[in-house]
């Protein structure tokens, strides 16, 4: 009897040839090992401004240290520009967001008792602020849940780069590797949003006052330069080339070759300078008038490659993008049924009747649709997609408007302020 042929031991079964190619994301900051803190903790400070900013850090570890037992205080890092050697070596504490931002990891604690830890780290906000002119910033993590960080933004650069300064150097071991090309780009919009606020502020003073006063001139360059910088960060972001690190946005944006790059960088080389050594002198000669329609175009422009990007289309005006079907990434974790509460919690549960699409998108969307068209358009009467928008009635004016968003704009930071993991 003949012997049935087999198939040999190694034998493997021919895979199907695949039709399409998988898309492969660029990986753009090295995340599989957190970046070693740098020795200076600003980028061209001297050794009297870096003595200045150690002593700093040092009376603010000394204040936590006092107020958390140790048995509950795990680390004390230091996070943001100074983590990454890229802080301010004089820092203005006047101005808005100047400062230090720290995270305290805590350990075997139940809410009550970081109920308690959040009101101490409150009161050495503001005893920083008020006796030592710091300008600080604390958030809370549980050692527990650092294993179950969610993806964002904040996150994946905390992974990337920190310094820890009191506690367990590799606390941070525990969190997942989260790619900052991963990031939710819900998160980017939202940045840049928040950024883009600050131009309408300086819009309204300007129509307002007209010539600003020396104070307002300072504050008013101070945020155009924080805009250009997020600017260049959704820039990049667009392209999938994001990074934390402000020298190595400077490099990537130089070496990119766009339409109307050119001019962007004109002002991006001048808030990057800006960024690294605040210096008012700078802007002696600059009009405010100039320099804000030229930012406010830039920003425009830079959402709109970004939501190109992302949409995979390009939106052929601003009140076409202010419409609840052109999607915003904007989702928290409880859904549509969420959404639909947070609706009405703002603008009533008659609102699910009057604008039934915005109701079940978050109220943030509103927001990023409706910026675009105050920053474009301020003479004469809000367009219709605006007005549906922000719930306006039906012959209101650019700033009832205004007034409306940034209300709106409050009470979404009130609910939707981060909460200690």
């Known amino acids: 009897m003949l012997e049935q042929p087999g198939r040999p031991r190694d034998f493997k079964p021919r895979q199907p040839r695949r039709l399409w190619r998988r898309r492969v994301k660029l990986q753009i900051a090295p995340i599989m090992a957190a970046k070693p803190p740098p020795t200076r903790l600003s980028c061209c400070g001297s050794a009297a401004d870096e003595a200045r900013l ?62 308690i830890i959040q009101v101490r780290l409150d009161k050495i906000i503001h005893r920083a602020r008020d006796q030592q002119q710091i300008g600080l910033q604390l958030r809370m993590m549980r050692w527990e849940c650092l294993n179950q960080t969610s993806p964002s933004l904040l996150n994946s650069e905390l992974r990337w780069t920190h310094r820890v300064l009191i506690g367990d150097p590799n606390v941070f071991k525990r969190m997942p590797l989260l790619p900052l090309w991963r990031a939710p780009q819900g998160e980017i919009i939202h940045r840049l949003v928040s950024q883009g606020q600050r131009l309408l502020v300086n819009q309204q003073r300007l129509l307002a006052v007209g010539t600003p006063t020396d104070s307002e001139r300072e504050q008013m360059f101070d945020s155009l330069m924080r805009v250009l910088v997020e600017c260049g960060a959704v820039r990049l972001a667009a392209l999938g080339m994001y990074h934390p690190s402000l020298e190595i946005r400077k490099e990537r944006l130089e070496a990119l070759e766009e339409r109307h790059h050119a001019k962007f960088m004109a002002l991006y ?36 490659r970004f939501e190109t990007a992302r949409l995979g289309r390009a939106c052929p005006d601003w009140e076409h993008y202010c419409s609840a079907f052109v999607d915003k990434a904007q989702r928290d974790g409880g859904g549509v049924l969420h959404h639909l509460i947070a609706n009405a919690r703002h603008f009533g549960v008659l609102e699910w009747l009057r604008r039934p699409l915005w109701s079940l998108r978050h109220p943030r969307a509103r927001l990023i649709s409706s910026l675009p068209l105050l920053l474009s358009d301020h003479h004469g009467l809000p367009a219709p997609a605006l007005r549906h928008a922000l719930a306006l009635p039906a012959r209101s004016s650019w700033s009832q408007a205004v007034e409306r968003f940034h209300a709106l704009q409050n009470e979404l930071n009130e609910t939707y302020e981060p909460k200690p993991i």
């Open 54 to 115: 150690a002593a700093d850090l040092t009376w603010i570890s000394s204040q936590v240290i006092a107020a958390i037992a140790p048995d509950h205080l795990r680390a004390l890092v230091l996070e943001g520009a100074y983590a990454r050697g890229e802080g301010v070596p004089v820092p203005n504490f006047t101005l808005e967001d100047d400062g230090y931002a720290l995270v305290v990891v805590v350990a075997a604690t139940d809410p009550e008792l970081r109920a």
């Open 269 to 304: 080389r001048v808030a990057h300078r800006y960024a690294l050594r605040p210096d008012m002198r700078l802007f002696e000669e600059a009009h405010p008038l100039d320099w804000q329609a030229r930012v406010i175009w830039l920003w425009l422009d830079s959402l709109r």
